[in-house]
Structures are given as C-alpha cells and as structure tokens.
C-alpha cells in the first residue's frame, strides 16, 4: 500500500512569489492535516481538511491556505512568499479525524526561499 | 507557547543502554499522546501512543510511562540500538481539535556502537 505522497520533495522561489504543494494521502484515507517544521519552531499544526472542508486551522497568517478534493487529495497554497517561510511542510494522512486512527506522514516539501 | 515541552535536546547513549526522554504538558484536556520518530530526510512515523487512562504501555522495545496527575509522560527506548538513532518527538492533542497535534521540540538521540 503506498504511503502519503507529496509533491514536489524540494522548492526553491523567490520573496513574493506563491507556492502550491501537494499531497496524496494514503488509498482510503480522507483526513488530511498539514505541519509546518522549521529548526526554531519544529512542527506547528497548519490545517486539517475532512470531506473538502477546513475543520481546523492553525496560527498562521491567511498568507496560508488549503483545499482538499473529492478525491481527499489535498492542496496547500503559500502567497507572497516570505524568507520566513523557509521550512519542511509536512502532511498526514489519516481514515477519519478520530483520534484512534493514526496519522502517517509523508516525507515532506522542501521549501527554501531565497 | 509551547504547550508541549520536551527533554533532552538530545541524548547520546551506548548500545544496549536504555534511552530516555520527557514531555510535560499543562493542558489537561490533552487526552492522547503519541511519539513520533523522524530520520533525516523523511517524514515523521507514529511509535507508540497512550491515553491517559493508563500508566504505560509497551510495544517491543518501546515503552511509554504516563503519570497524569503530574502531567509528565515518558518514551523508554530498551536495548537501544543505532538503528534507533532519529529524532523522536511527543505530542499532544485534545477531543475539540480532531488531528490538531501539539509537538514537542525533539530529541536527537544517537545510539553509538
């Protein structure tokens, strides 16, 4: 069974630019949850999408945004870019968002802005 | 704030020694508290998790100790073995936010031979 798969692995853009990342949870899961990881902050909690909507949303600014599709793929969306947002992004996959069903993670997105 | 607070920063143990790290929270709607271990350039993967309606549990050479009253929870790793070497984290997370968790800040743990 493959795991969650996120698209690309690295990133490289530039301050004010937008950014769309990528993720496909594991075949039947339809919980998707997104982490920020950086070395000063590690892992923050961004969004968590069940069914195509947002049931919960981290501190961060609207600069960050998300969607999920029918398919329970999901998308994470990063406007104008800051050096700040430098870091690992993260998503998790889970069957329902119950917390007796594990999260697995992929391997993340890369992002570096230069 | 960081709502979990995790230690050591990192830890270097020997072979076959027993490696320990800490979490404590405030929060005491925080109801389950799983650990994660992280190699470099992947993803974090669950390890063992606890609710807190039990003081430990143990998978393999992995155990978790939980004491609720002190708001303290604990991963023991047996017979550590430098395939253990990885940062592990705790965390957190409570019934009103579905799969929002609390991370601690990790452990970097070596196992040397």
């Known amino acids: 069974k493959a795991g969650v798969t996120q698209t690309p692995r690295y990133l490289i853009k530039t301050r004010g630019q937008q950014v769309t990342l990528s993720c496909s949870p594991i075949?039947?899961?339809?919980?998707v949850s997104w982490y920020q990881q950086t070395p000063g902050q590690g892992l923050q909690f961004l969004f968590e999408?069940?069914?195509?909507?947002?049931?919960n949303k981290g501190n961060f600014p609207g600069r960050f945004s998300g969607r999920q599709f029918s398919n329970s793929r999901s998308e994470m969306n990063v406007s104008t870019l800051e050096l700040g947002d430098s870091a690992l992004y993260l998503c998790?996959?889970?069957?329902?968002?119950?917390?007796?069903?594990?999260?697995?993670f992929g391997d993340g997105t890369r992002l570096s802005i230069l | 704030q960081q709502q979990v607070k995790q230690s050591p920063q990192s830890l270097i143990v020997q072979k076959g020694g027993i490696s320990i790290i800490n979490c404590a929270y405030e929060?005491?709607?925080?109801?389950?508290f799983p650990w994660y271990q992280q190699f470099p350039g992947k993803g974090p993967a669950l390890l063992i998790a606890i609710r807190p309606d039990v003081s430990e549990k143990k998978e393999g050479r992995f155990t978790i100790s939980f004491n609720k009253s002190a708001k303290q929870f604990s991963l023991h790793i047996m017979d550590s073995q430098p395939g253990d070497s990885a940062t592990y984290f705790c965390a957190a997370s409570h019934p009103n936010t579905g799969n929002q968790f609390y991370f601690g800040t990790g452990t970097s743990l070596t196992v040397i031979p």
């Open positions: 929060n005491t709607a925080f109801d389950y």
């Open positions: 075949s039947g899961h339809r919980s």
């Open positions: 998790a996959s889970s069957l329902y968002p119950d917390l007796n069903q594990p999260q697995h």
């Open positions: 999408y069940f069914s195509e909507t947002q049931r």
